[in-house]
């Protein structure tokens, strides 16, 4: 649940399967003045209960602006030990960074560092309707949030 800290409205409410060692969520600001929220989980439509053989973490993105979509940026089987959203080059380019490798409480083994750009994955991403109503084209959605500018917040 996302909720407008001056109203205190209900911005957007939605249940995610996430599994215990998924990472937590991440946001970023917006030069908009608005945060832009990543979140790690499965989204399944209702009646559509049927879970996948591997287990499979989703990374997704929601803006304040489209209360009715929710962007499929990225899955992955890998085993996510960190994650982290983050603006580099001065509020203009926004990335999120994982860290691969096997859990606390696995047996030692590889470990790998990744730092993906949000826009390239927005440009590829899913658009997911969570009402029955798409009022702008996936194209247009995602073009849009493509150009979204973040804000730094020191």
């Excluded at 909720?3 to 946001?27: F, H, M």
């Excluded at 929710?70 to 994650?83: G, V």
Aim: hydrophobic fraction near 35%; proline fraction near 5%.
């Amino acid at each position: 649940m996302i909720v407008e800290s001056g109203s205190g409205a209900v911005q957007w409410d939605l249940k995610l399967n996430s599994r215990v060692e998924s990472p937590g969520p991440a946001t970023l600001s917006t030069a908009d003045h608005r945060s832009a929220f990543l979140i790690w989980g499965e989204y399944q439509v209702a009646g559509n209960e049927t879970r996948s053989r591997a287990p499979l973490q989703k990374l997704y993105l929601f803006h304040p602006s489209y209360t009715n979509v929710l962007l499929e940026l990225r899955n992955s089987t890998d085993q996510i030990i960190a994650f982290n959203a983050t603006l580099f080059e001065r509020s203009r380019h926004a990335c999120y960074v994982l860290l691969r490798g096997p859990q606390p409480n696995e047996e030692p083994g590889s470990v790998s560092l990744m730092k993906r750009k949000l826009k390239e994955d927005v440009s590829e991403s899913r658009v997911i309707w969570l009402s029955q109503v798409a009022v702008d084209s996936e194209q247009y959605v995602r073009d849009r949030l493509y150009r979204m500018r973040f804000h730094s917040r020191v």
